[in-house]
């Protein structure tokens, strides 16, 4: 059984800076692209950003690009996402995505076998 606990998740005012952390047990983590998904109340839960099972290759969505920054640590067995320049639309519960499957990275909900119990974001105009 894999297991994925967020942390870093909170309130902070727009402009400000979070980090995300997300440590993966039960199974080598390395074999896992990581992704990052939130949902707004309301919303869908959209895909935020991937990584790839080296760290070799990451990918955003629009709206993060510039501003936010996936990576991870295949020691640690953790994924991280540092979100920078904090807009009040951020605000949603993220949450850590793991996918299995050769050759790709989650950048859909369809592509992911785990998923984290998430972690609130809210940031404050």
């Known amino acids: 059984q894999v297991q994925l606990v967020e942390s870093g998740g909170g309130l902070v005012q727009a402009g400000g800076s979070l980090r995300l952390s997300c440590a993966v047990s039960?199974?080598?983590?390395?074999?896992?692209?990581m992704g990052w998904f939130r949902q707004a109340p309301g919303k869908e839960r959209e895909f935020v950003a991937a990584i790839s099972r080296s760290g070799d290759s990451t990918y955003y969505t629009n709206s993060v690009k510039g501003r936010f920054t996936i990576s991870r640590d295949n020691a640690k067995n953790s994924v991280y996402l540092q979100m920078n320049s904090l807009k009040p639309e951020d605000t949603a519960v993220y949450l850590c995505a793991a996918d299995g499957s050769f050759g790709t990275v989650p950048v859909t909900a369809s592509r992911v076998d785990y998923w984290g119990q998430g972690t609130q974001v809210t940031v404050s105009s």
């Open positions: 039960g199974r080598t983590f390395s074999v896992y692209a």
